[in-house]
């Protein structure tokens, strides 16, 4: 079935840099918007961006707007979220999922995750 496996997390000073992956299976990649939900300690869920299936439009959230780049690679598999100038309010859990904002954040399924610390 559907399988979506993060990772790239990890630990960064703020003003860093880190790339997310995340490795999609079950489903014809292609075809489908994917997004990226993070969740911070304490706190609910909250949406960072979504790209369309061709990777021609993407949204973000305004919080990571201009630091965050999202892109895909469709032969690969693969969804990638580059994050720049980290900020400690960065620091959650980072889920990637199948679909649009609406869908995800109503159905509040996804995988592991992978962890991002923004810490000095």
Not at 6 to 15: A, K
């Amino acid at each position: 079935q559907v399988q979506l496996v993060e990772s790239g997390g990890g630990l960064v000073q703020p003003g860093g840099s880190l790339r997310l992956s995340c490795a999609a299976s079950g489903f014809p990649f292609s075809s489908y918007s994917m997004t990226w939900v993070r969740r911070a300690p304490g706190k609910g869920p909250e949406w960072v961006s979504t790209i369309s299936a061709g990777g021609d439009t993407i949204y973000s959230a305004d919080v990571v707007r201009g630091r965050f780049t999202t892109s895909r690679d469709n032969a690969k598999n693969t969804l990638y979220l580059q994050m720049n100038t980290l900020k400690p309010e960065d620091t959650a859990l980072y889920y990637c999922a199948r679909g649009i904002r609406v869908q995800v954040m109503r159905e509040q399924r996804w995988g592991q995750g992978t962890q991002v610390t923004v810490s000095s």
